[in-house]
């Protein structure tokens, strides 16, 4: 926890502006295109 500066549900639309970079991509890959979660996704 101490690396987290807010844990929360967000919109995958809406994240924080200091949610970590590939999130985003890797989120809607996962979500919308049903592409399963993999370490090594590139988002």
């Not at 970590?20 to 590139?42: K, M, Q």
């Amino acid at each position: 926890m101490a690396e987290c500066s807010e844990v929360a549900w967000f919109d995958p639309a809406d994240l924080p502006p200091d949610a970590l970079p590939w999130l985003a991509g890797t989120l809607r890959t996962h979500l919308l295109d049903g592409t399963p979660f993999s370490e090594v996704l590139e988002g």
